[in-house]
């Protein structure tokens, strides 16, 4: 008798086989509890590694900005935009959820082989808690941030809540991203290598310590690349939010632009990152 | 045993499977000549074999024998280059080595060991305390699992992956680190899980072990299974070799 239709007469399925999308995603809604938790645990344990222990979420874009405050300030001279120091904090520390999740979360499959092979769950929670871990992370550098441009002036309004929408689309955007190199990097582990050096690249180009609409201002090119560079939209937006009329959005279009590439990012991550599903915990 | 018994539940059905490796290899062979760059090494060759619900199955082999890449194809973990491997469950594998996540501590890795493998909160905590006792790990439950010892690593991952009763269950090499009430203890469980209409492989050097807890046995040998039968006589002709 041949096996193989003796196998599909008991109903039995081909091992490894990956399921349809639509079950694949409520078995991951299934894993809630432990996306969160294990988000929350590694939060946990990273900070009882050092002495300063949690204080370091904060510390670590604080050193930052003063590194980049006190080196491009004093390079750039009189061409800082204005408000520099709201303005450097805001792009540092926005910046900064998105740089960790970009040069960490690659290596959420490659770097969990031994929870991959022993456990079967969908994989796609091991990236989507990676990026959890960071949106925790971000929250205290946040409050910070929140406190600093109060500090520093900027009166609290009723349009700063607009800050969570914008958190929310920013994680979607990262969530995206994270699928896509932890996939590609278990396809290509020299990926690793090299996202450190895109996420520099992107620090540099993005307008972090100088204002890219200044810097480009006449060259009607580079300002439409400009409009469409997530990131550029992201920190644009914050920074008219937060930092009281002086950086307001003269192109309110960049909620609709960013809100696409975080969707559009969210939903061809996961799709990019489940069609190789049978694939990850093998070498 | 290829033949398919008749009135038994089949739900493991290995049809003709090779797995072959590709392994890359430096471009220069030993005596400097250009060697070609990736060579092809045949892991298994054409095994078939139906596992039955209350079947517990030991494999036995020497070294490289093929052992590991048959349990971890029947898991999926590796792809087969000819053949298919069917299964009425998502098979589950217990391997020694590496701890689930190494910077937690064993009795966070319990509870998120438990909601991995589909368990709600509340069941996770209330079959925590047996866990604990049954990995004997005691006060060391509250320490980092980078901290533990290889045989307190696999007494834990073995309570864990137990905890919950599995179709298909594959224990490789997992019980030959424990010490020997550890050992007792999981082969009763093995047992158990058997007794409970569930398929469990055990990959073992101990034949101690398999001759307690198996009523079949799978000899493989460099890539192809020589023998299918009770354990007594394939046990036998192995060690006569």
Redesign the interface.
Known sequence: MNLAAYAEQHGLGRVGARPPLGAYLRETWNRREFMWLLALYRVRADNQRNQLGLAWVVLRPVINAVVYGTVFGLIMGGAKPDRFIEFLIVGVFFFEFFSRTFTSGAKSITSNRALVQSLRFPRIVLPMARVLEELVLFMPTLAVLLIFVTVKGNTPQWHWLLIVPLVLLYTMFNVGLTLITSRLSVHLSDLSEILPFISRLLFFSTGIFFDLSSRFEGNEVALRILDFQPLHELLTLARGLLLDGQYTVDNPWYWLYFAVWSLVLFVVGIVFFWQAEERYGRD | M???QPGR?????V??VSVDYHVKTGRKGPDGTRAPRTRVVNALKDV?F?AYENDSIGVIGTNGSGKSTLMR???????VSAG?????A??????V????????SGA?NI???G????F??EQIEAAYDDIVVFSGLGDFIEL?MRTYSSGMTARL?FAI?TARTHEILIVDEALAVGDKQFRERSEARIRDIRDQAGTIFLVSHSMTSILDTCNRVLWIEKGELLMDGEPGPVIEAYRER
Do not use: F, Y
């Open positions: 290829t033949e398919p539940r089949p739900s493991v059905v049809e003709h078939s139906v194809a029947i898991v999926g973990l590796t792809p298919a491997i069917h299964a009425s998502n098979p589950s594998m217990l391997g080595g590496a701890s689930l996540i190494k910077d937690l966070q509870i998120l060991g909601l991995a493998m589909g709600t909160r980092p991952k992956a």
